[in-house]
């Protein structure tokens, strides 16, 4: 079979010889029953599936990629399937975010050292598109990303149950005796009805909808259910396009510009999407090579209308999202606010993919005159207790709290927490600022989604539902609550963090951007002086490797060997 163009396969390298090492190359594959034209000039086209019965969001992944094969012979290609680590968010431990890097080693190394041309990354849950994207980056081949679609809507008797927020909730309906033993049975299993991932604007939907604006799905496939029929047909006209890709030489440093990121913290903003975005953007962007800030997400998100009306925030779930038009009409809306000039992953610019998008139901996606609030996105906060940043989405807080100032009670880490925070003798009240260090990049380590911590007990059933929170630590895409997230440094490498003792006043001002310690500069001083770092975790294996490299989360915390690419090319072969 001929190319199209005569664009030089990198799979060539591997299959075009006919010396020793062609026929090594070609013909152990060819135990697998391929024809010898799959070894003559087609594209080769990795597959790379997160695909695990470990990751329930994942597990119907397997199937789809005999779509994605399908399109990929349609189109003249040669597809071939590989895993690799697969991030289960509710199973793994201690954190899935431990792992975010391992696995885009796992990508990159993949790709690299393989004979494709092109890639289809398969994903669903949280961290299974960033990491893969992001090693995807460091190899820079024409890429495509099939997302595996949310899960149908979580339905308990009259009401809707969205995966993931329910958690939040869990606690204080235990405590508050809201309900039955037999009830929450019932819940359990209604919540996770289908295959997919989490059906609010969780990390999962904000990891898809951020791939889908990056340009790099094709139109309309984040938020297609991962059991409608469509998700299908999109991951086999997906499989066809890439290789169209390989052949264009569309690589992901052509799509993958400046102006796509920030198109990128637009439509999260407006879609009301996960803090999660921030630091797994700036781990993209560091991979690709374009210049991202943690700022960049306050100046070009925060003035943005929210016009998506999903959980956590709002109302709806991602089925009703799609039904009613889903992520082409917010982007059609956005209009001007996003550069509507860059090119996706089909070709053509945003703005040609959805100029004919229709919104039908203006309740779950609000037009751009009438949105559900005027500004959205996320805000980045400044001040000595958090130097280098820290973020707090104001969509998912409680306005009065937004400028507060408040009694600082402090837990040194989870388990200090746990061990703690429900104990009738505790000096708490609702004013207070509940502090707690540890759960950072290095800390934990790992930085699990651990900011939105439950309230104390004895508030619950007094009927608080919100209190100011800081911490090192992220917080789930599907939960809300006022929640200072993300600060830099950390406490476990002895950021100001560390050094805030019961008792200190902290003040909260998310207008100004201001995020302060109220304790005198020679005091902090003295306990930095008294401050001693903690004994590493371990002393071996990949966590050892992480905690000697990862960076802070104003820069994606993403290991600083791994920053940047090192492109396609492998020196040596098997000799
Ligand atoms: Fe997998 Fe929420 S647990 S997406």
């Not at 792992?99 to 949280?126: H, K």
Request: charged content about 25%; overall charge negative; some cysteine.
């Amino acid at each position: 079979m001929e190319d199209k163009k005569e664009q030089p396969l990198r799979s060539r390298e591997w299959f075009g010889g006919n010396d020793k090492m062609g026929f090594v190359h070609r013909s152990w594959l060819r135990n697998q029953g391929y024809p010898d034209d799959h070894f003559r000039g087609r594209p080769v086209i990795g597959i790379c599936n997160t695909w695990s019965e470990l990751t329930p969001c994942n597990g119907h992944l397997r199937d789809f990629a005999e779509f994605v094969k399908k399109g990929v012979l349609e189109a003249g290609g040669f597809p071939l399937e590989f895993p690799v680590m697969s991030l289960g968010e509710t199973i793994m431990r201690p954190t899935t975010m431990l792992f975010r890097n391992l696995a885009s080693m796992d990508t990159e190394e993949s790709i690299r050292a393989n004979p494709l041309d092109g890639i289809v990354l398969l994903t669903g849950c949280d961290k299974t598109t960033p990491s893969t994207l992001m090693g995807a980056c460091s190899v820079d081949l024409p890429t495509i990303v099939v997302p595996g679609g949310p899960m149908l809507s979580g339905r308990y008797k009259d009401g809707y149950i969205g995966s993931g927020s329910f958690n939040w909730i869990f606690k204080e309906k235990q405590k508050t005796g809201g309900l039955t033993e037999e009830e929450l049975l019932e819940v359990e299993i209604c919540a996770a009805r289908s295959n997919g991932h989490c059906n609010t604007m969780g990390t999962a939907s904000t990891m898809a909808t951020m791939v889908e604006a990056l340009g790099l799905t094709l139109p309309g496939a984040s938020a297609i259910p991962a059991v409608d029929a469509r998700k299908k047909v999109m991951a086999q006209l997906s499989g066809r396009r890439i290789v169209d890709m390989v052949r264009e030489d569309l690589t992901l440093s052509k799509i993958l510009t400046r102006q796509a990121f920030e198109n990128a913290i637009v439509v999260n903003a407006a879609t009301g999407g996960s803090t999660n975005l921030i630091i797994h953007l700036l781990a993209i962007a560091g991979r690709i090579g374009v210049d991202l800030a943690l700022d960049d997400f306050d100046k070009i998100g925060s003035k943005i209308p929210l016009l998506v009306n999903l959980m956590p925030a709002g109302k709806y779930l991602m089925e009703d999202y799609f039904y009613a038009g889903g992520l082409p009409v917010v982007l059609k809306e956005l209009g001007d606010l996003l550069h509507g000039n860059v090119i996706t992953v089909n070709g053509k610019t945003i703005r040609e993919n959805n100029a004919g998008a229709e919104c039908y139901n203006r309740d779950v996606i609000a037009g751009i005159d009438t949105p559900l609030q005027t500004e959205a996105g996320i805000a980045v906060l400044r001040g000595n207790l958090c130097e280098n940043g820290a973020v707090i989405k104001p969509s998912a807080a409680t306005p009065a709290l937004m400028k507060h100032r408040g009694r600082a009670v402090v837990f040194e880490s989870m388990e200090d927490y746990h061990a703690r925070i429900d104990l009738p003798e505790l000096d708490i009240d609702e004013n207070c600022v509940i502090v707690l260090k540890s759960v950072g990049p290095k800390g934990y380590p790992g930085m699990p989604e651990v900011g939105n911590v439950d309230l104390p007990e004895k508030l619950l059933v007094r009927g608080v539902k919100d209190m100011v929170r800081i911490s090192d630590g992220r917080m789930s895409g599907t939960a809300y609550g006022t929640v200072v997230l993300h600060v830099s440094p950390e406490s476990a490498i002895g950021g100001t963090l560390a050094l805030v003792q019961d008792g200190d006043i902290i003040e909260l001002d998310v207008e100004n951007r201001r995020l302060h310690l109220d304790v005198p500069p020679e005091v902090l001083a003295n306990r930095k002086a008294a401050w001693q770092a903690p004994e590493p975790h371990t002393q071996r294996g990949y966590v050892r490797l992480y905690l000697d490299h990862v960076q802070q989360a104003h820069l994606g915390a993403d290991l600083d060997v791994l920053v940047g690419k090192s492109g396609a090319g492998v020196k040596g072969d098997l000799h």
